[in-house]
Structures are given as C-alpha cells and as structure tokens.
T-cell receptor, first 112, second 115 residues
Framework: GDSVTQMEGPVTLSEEACLTINCTYTATGYPSLFWYVQYPGEGLQLLLKATKADDKGSNKGFEATYRKETTSFHLEKGSVQVSDSAVYFCALSMGSNYQLIWGAGTKLIIKP | DAGVTQSPTHLIKTRGQHVTLRCSPISGHKSVSWYQQVLGQGPQFIFQYYEKEERGRGNFPDRFSARQFPNYSSELNVNALLLGDSALYLC??????????????FGPGTRLTVL
C-alpha cells in the first residue's frame, strides 16, 4: 500500500545551520505531498504542499520539491532558527479529499 | 475565528470501558476526519465524514465507530478499550470541494490513556 518514510530523529543543529529532512514515498498513482509541523504544545499545521511533479512548495523559509523520479519530497531550509524546533511530518494524499498517509515524524532541535 | 475544537482534552479509562470523543469543525467546513497518533509515530487515518455520511475508513477494528451531526460536529466512539488504544486522537476539518485541494485543519487532540 501507499506509504511515507522519513529520516529518523532527533536531528540536532546549531542556529543558522542548513537543514535537510529526507522524505520518500511509495504510491500507486500520483499523490499530493505535504509537510506538516507540530510545535511543542500545539496542533498539527500545514507547512507546505506540492500537488504535482516538479512543483516546489515553500513557506517560512522552508522548501520542498516534488521529485517523481526519485519519489522524494525532502524538506530544506538554508538557515534554521531556535523557533524552528518542532516535529516535522511528511504526508501524502491520493486525492483532493482523500485521507492523509503520514511518516513517523522527525524531531528537530535547534540549539542557540 | 475559532479553529477546530475537541473535547475532552485528556481522558483516563480502564480496559473494557467505552469512550466518546467530540469534535467541532471550523465554521463552514463540512468534512471531518479522525486520526489516531500513538506516541512517537505519525497519525493513522480512522474515518472521514462528509454531510453525515462515511466517506472513508482506515484499517481499524469495528470497536471504532463515528458519526457526524447536522451541524457537522462529530463523535468518535471506541468500545471495549484496550491498552493499545492509548493515543492522541486528532480531528481535522476541511471543505469538500471536488477536484480541488482541500487543506485539513487539525484540532489540538484528545489524549486518551487506557489503564
């Protein structure tokens, strides 16, 4: 079945370091891809999305490109801040109103 | 505007008991989905409802059931609780526009502990 695999955490970085969190997927068709973020004590929030191959989603300095050839959707940021500390989830959906299928989450810790 | 609200925030039950969790969607949203998030894992889809009808069901036993009311709020019911049902239960609401991407907005969740 459809699935999402993302790199295990925690990932610990110093402030202003570059970030990459890997995400790969398995799907029978052409899914939409998402990154959600869960800040401490808060609910899940959509960070960015891409709905077709080669689309780039971006928000708050984060970017991810939908790569069909490598079935990947890696999350990147050029310079992280302490406030980026959170758990990041990669997810896919096979349609506009279909269920989300989630990765296990990657905890990101940014040290000042 | 109020976001998705869920009640209760926390709940402690014993094995074999029954539990009802409640969710109120964002005003104007007609679709509600339920997810189970076990500690350290990503959410797992349980149900989706739209206009009071079940539109999707995940791989959960029949002990799990849900319904949606005319005001689009929803209840998730779990019977014969097991220790493994301990988790954060998330509700998400969205529009339901065919052919368009419909972002799901999540509530804070209900933390269920089964002893």
């Amino acid at each position: 079945g459809d699935s999402v695999t993302q790199m295990e955490g925690p990932v610990t970085l110093s402030e202003e370091a570059c970030l990459t969190i890997n995400c790969t997927y398995t799907a029978t068709g052409y899914p939409s891809l998402f990154w959600y973020v869960q800040y401490p004590g808060e609910g899940l929030q959509l960070l960015l999305k891409a709905t077709k191959a080669d689309d780039k989603g971006s928000n708050k300095g984060f970017e991810a490109t939908y790569r069909k050839e490598t079935t990947s959707f890696h999350l990147e940021k050029g310079s992280v801040q302490v406030s980026d500390s959170a758990v990041y989830f990669c997810a896919l959906s096979m349609g506009s109103n279909y269920q989300l299928i989630w990765g296990a989450g990657t905890k990101l810790i940014i040290k000042p | 505007d109020a976001g998705v609200t869920q009640s209760p925030t926390h709940l402690i039950k014993t094995r074999g008991q029954h539990v009802t969790l409640r969710c109120s969607p964002i005003s104007g949203h007609k679709s509600v989905s339920w997810y189970q998030q076990v500690l350290g894992q990503g959410p797992q889809f349980i149900f989706q409802y739209y206009e009071k009808e079940e539109r999707g069901r995940g791989n959960f036993p029949d002990r799990f059931s849900a319904r949606q009311f005319p005001n689009y709020s929803s209840e998730l019911n779990v019977n014969a609780l097991l220790l493994g049902d301990s988790a954060l239960y998330l509700c998400a609401s969205s529009f339901f526009l065919e052919g368009e991407y419909n972002e799901q907005f999540f509530g804070p969740g209900t933390r269920l502990t089964v002893l």
